[in-house]
C-alpha cells in the first residue's frame, strides 16, 4: 500500500488550515453580528424603560415607566436600575397623584462579582448615554461601543439618530381648552363660577407630585346660558407653551381669588395630543 508524499500530507494541513480559519472567521462573524442585534435589542429596553408600555384599562390608555413615575427622562442608565436620590413611588393625598421611583425599569440580573446591575451591550461594555437639551425639551441618546474589529467597530446607532426626543414623552400645548358640563338640570350661565377661573395643574417633578406645576391660568367666563346635559367650551392661549410630561396629571378649578371651586380631577396626558379638560358642573 502506497502512502502520502511529504508534500502531499503538506498539501492536506494547509488545506484543512485554510478551512479551519475560514470557518473560524464565519464563526466570529456570526458572532459580532449577534451581539451587535443583542446589543440594539438592549437599547430598545432602554427606551420601553423610560416610556412604559401603553396599556388599555377600561378602554382608555394607561402610560407607565420611568416619565410617568419621575416627571423627566432619566440623567443616567444608573437611574433606571437604582433609585439613587430619587424618592420612593409614593400617593399624594391632596391631588390623589402618586409619583416616585418604582423600578427596577429594566430587568437586569446583578453581575456575581459586584452584586451590582450594570446595562451592558452584547460585547461586556457599558452603553453610553448623552443628552441634549434641558427640563422637559431633552432628547436622549443611548450607543453600543461596538466590537473590536471589523464593521462592528464603531459606535451605534449612528450619532444623529435620537433614542427618545422631547415629542415621545410630553405634551407641548399652546392652548387649553377646558369643558365646563351642565349637570345642574336646568339651564345655566355659569355665572356662579364667577367672571374668570384659575386653573392650577400638577404634575410628577423630579418624583414628587408638583400641585404648583402650572398656576394663574386665567381663563373669561361668557354669560352663555347652557341647556341641561350640553357643555360651553373655554379656550385659553398660553403667553408660552405649557409643556406637560406623560402619565397621570391632575387639574382643579379656582376663582380669581384663589379659592378652589371643585377638589382636584385627574387626567391621562398622552404626548401628541392636545390639553383638554372636562368639568361637570353640578
Not at 117 to 127: Q, S, V
Amino acid at each position: 500500500m502506497k502512502g502520502f508524499t511529504l508534500l502531499e500530507l503538506l498539501i492536506v494541513v494547509f488545506l484543512l488550515s485554510m478551512v479551519a480559519l475560514s470557518a473560524a472567521s464565519f464563526l466570529s462573524e456570526v458572532d459580532d453580528q449577534l451581539r451587535y442585534e443583542d446589543s440594539l435589542a438592549r437599547i430598545a429596553n432602554v427606551r420601553e424603560a423610560a416610556l412604559g408600555r401603553t396599556l388599555t384599562v377600561d378602554g382608555r390608555p394607561l402610560l407607565s415607566g420611568f416619565v410617568s413615575d419621575i416627571g423627566r427622562l432619566p440623567d443616567s442608565l444608573a437611574e433606571l436600575l437604582r433609585p439613587g436620590p430619587l424618592p420612593s413611588y409614593a400617593f399624594d393625598p391632596a391631588t390623589g397623584l402618586a409619583a416616585g421611583w418604582r423600578g427596577p425599569y429594566l430587568d437586569v440580573l446583578p453581575e456575581l462579582l459586584s452584586g451590582q446591575r450594570h446595562l451592558r451591550d452584547g460585547w461586556g461594555n457599558d452603553l453610553l448615554l448623552s443628552r441634549a437639551g434641558t427640563d422637559l425639551d431633552t432628547s436622549l441618546r443611548v450607543q453600543s461601543r461596538g466590537g473590536s474589529e471589523g464593521i462592528y467597530a464603531q459606535r451605534f446607532p449612528a450619532d444623529p439618530q435620537w433614542l427618545i426626543q422631547p415629542s415621545d414623552y410630553r405634551l407641548q400645548a399652546d392652548t387649553l381648552q377646558l369643558w365646563l358640563w351642565n349637570f345642574t338640570g336646568a339651564d345655566t350661565s355659569f355665572a356662579s363660577l364667577g367672571d374668570s377661573l384659575r386653573v392650577e395643574l400638577a404634575a410628577p417633578v423630579n418624583g414628587a407630585v408638583a400641585s404648583n406645576f402650572a398656576t394663574s391660568l386665567t381663563i373669561p367666563v361668557p354669560e352663555t346660558r347652557v341647556a341641561p346635559g350640553r357643555r360651553l367650551g373655554l379656550r385659553m392661549p398660553f403667553a408660552q407653551a405649557l409643556r406637560v410630561p406623560q402619565g397621570r396629571c391632575a387639574w382643579r378649578a379656582s376663582d380669581e381669588t384663589g379659592t378652589a371651586l371643585a377638589s382636584w380631577r385627574q387626567f391621562q396626558v398622552l404626548p401628541r395630543t392636545s390639553l383638554e379638560l372636562d368639568w361637570e358642573v353640578r
